[in-house]
């Protein structure tokens, strides 16, 4: 009976030793469950920070994604992302040769030319002609000059043929005309230095200048309006002298200086009142400074000339053949830096940008002989 007793008494021990061992086990499953689940809590909580933790109206289920929402203002603003804004294209240089150019052109001066035409034809073009190709880069920036007076008709014809001309060249330019006030005796080289001067007052950037007749247009766009490393001649063959060059000192019609060969040589001449000599004395001084003068292919620099009669107060200078002969002596004295003017009106056209000055009167002219 007592072997009995004790062997059911060990089992139970066996038993509640068991359920123990059971119970400790759920305790400890229990407890870790409960740790974890605290651990995640208090993670959330440092992470979120305390602007969140004391506004909880202001976590990530507020919504923002309509165009006037806004988060309440309590909320720290949000940093937007450091995202690179989208960059200008980087442009080439323009082509030496640029392949716009279509070589030999056709010029007329019969059709009617009303200015408002020439404008519809150059959109591009902005106020007070000035031009920047959108395509490429241009090596220089050009100002033409155009010594100026009476002459609106051919003016018209000039910037109709010209400004696509200067297009298709893929020139940064400006257009100026240089209109000479009154009626006393024209001074076609003084406009120019005038025209010089104004032009670096509204862009310091130029530095290729070229200066041409308002009656004179190119036959072919490869005669490109370029400075060069020696001063340019680009009207070599005119129709009026059955597209020859008159004599081999010919400067006239159409020329390029660069900055610096311009005040190399001190500009133009102010003295030469009337027609004739000042482009024979500008040939002098560039010869005087050791340059020389480039010229394109006489095929190329062919020009047709707008028939005209010729100006009243334009006369032949009697006296151009003895300053021609004493170039060397006047010309450190009389030029861009002796030259006086008053503008007297800067008018920015959609084309052109007309500057008119005073430029004074000659003295009087001795008599011939």
Known sequence: MSRLLGGTLERVCKAVLLLCLLHFLVAVILYFDVYAQHLAFFSRFSARGPAHALHP??????NCSRPNTTAPSSRLPEVPSARPGPTAPVLPHCADMPPSLVGRLLIEFTSPMPLERVQRENPGVLLGGRYTPPDCIPAQTVAVIIPFRHREHHLRYWLHYLHPILRRQRLRYGVYVINQHGE?????????????LEALKEDAAYDCFIFSDVDLIPMDDRNLYRCGDQPRHFAIAMDKFGFRLPYAGYFGGVSGLSKAQFLRINGFPNEYWGWGGE?????????????????????????????HDRDKHNEPNPQRFTK???TKLTMKRDGIRSVRYQVLEVSRQPLFTNITVDIGRPTSWPPRG
């Open 324 to 326: 021609i002969q004493n």
């Open 279 to 307: 482009d024979d004395d500008i040939f002098n001084r560039i010869s005087l400074t050791g340059m020389k003068i480039s010229r394109p292919d006489i095929r190329i620099g062919r020009y047709r000339m707008i028939k």
């Open 57 to 62: 109206a202001a976590s990530s289920s507020t």
């Open 184 to 196: 006393d005796t024209f001074n076609r080289a003084k406009l120019l230095n005038v025209g010089f």
